[in-house]
């Protein structure tokens, strides 16, 4: 299985809004609501922020939104802050009943 | 707050034999849910590596699956993982996670970083 295609860097300033993509295939993110999203800061363990494509787990804030066109999933971070530096993760359930996650996204808040 | 933690040795050798072990707490594991295992070599991004039911439904990452055995210790609340035939790609922090439907990880633990030489 191939890893979900996310953009390796993107940036912004406070208050800004930014969108991450993630592109898979009709195999994996285009077969389900089923793609996740993560948050990792340095050295630490990922976070769940999105699940089953537009959920937040309780105490995730909401400036975080997931949702999804076609064969490509989309994480909005909205507000920009500070501690949203870090790195994204999307992932999905696939139609083999695995899981794929993508590359990887560096978000810097300038 | 379920709590996971992961325990095993932090250097292999070459076509040895990888075994980490994840501790779960406040969490019966015979209760339900997957419990997987989820890699990340230094520098890169996330692996999943494979993700097991207590009732023995198990999937598996294909690249990997000749060489990945999981297994769940209910009364130990425990599961494990042994990958071997290990080289230096295999290198990684190790993270075991709660896993529901086999669709997100809920709760990880805090990854136990596992280095391939001799």
């Known amino acids: 299985q191939s890893a979900l295609t996310q953009p390796a860097s993107m940036s912004g300033s406070p208050g800004q809004s930014i969108t991450i993509s993630c592109t898979g295939t009709?195999?994996?993110?285009?077969?389900?609501?089923?793609v996740s999203w993560y948050q990792q800061h340095p050295d630490k363990a990922p976070k769940l922020i999105i699940y089953?494509?537009?959920n937040r787990p309780s105490g995730v804030s909401g400036r975080f939104s997931g949702s999804k066109s076609g064969n490509t999933a989309s994480l909005t971070i909205s507000g920009l802050q500070a501690e949203d530096d870090a790195d994204y993760y999307c992932a999905s359930y696939t139609t083999s009943d695995t899981l794929v996650f993508g590359g990887g996204t560096r978000v810097t808040v300038l | 707050q379920v709590q996971l933690q992961e325990s095993g040795p932090g250097l292999v050798k070459p076509s040895e034999t990888l075994s980490l072990t994840c501790t779960v707490s406040s969490y019966s594991i015979r209760n339900g849910y997957y419990w997987g295992w989820i890699r990340q070599p230094p520098g890169k991004g996330l692996e999943w590596i494979v993700s097991m039911h207590p009732g023995g439904t198990t999937y598996y990452n294909p690249s990997l699956k000749s060489r990945v055995t999981i297994s769940i210790d209910t009364p130990m609340n425990q599961f494990s993982l042994n990958l071997n035939s290990v080289t230096a790609a295999d290198t990684a922090v190790y993270y075991c996670a709660r896993v529901p439907g086999n669709r997100y990880s809920d709760y990880w633990g805090q990854g136990s970083l596992v280095t391939v030489s001799s």
């Open positions: 089953d494509l537009n």
């Open positions: 009709n195999s994996d993110v285009g077969a389900y609501k089923y």
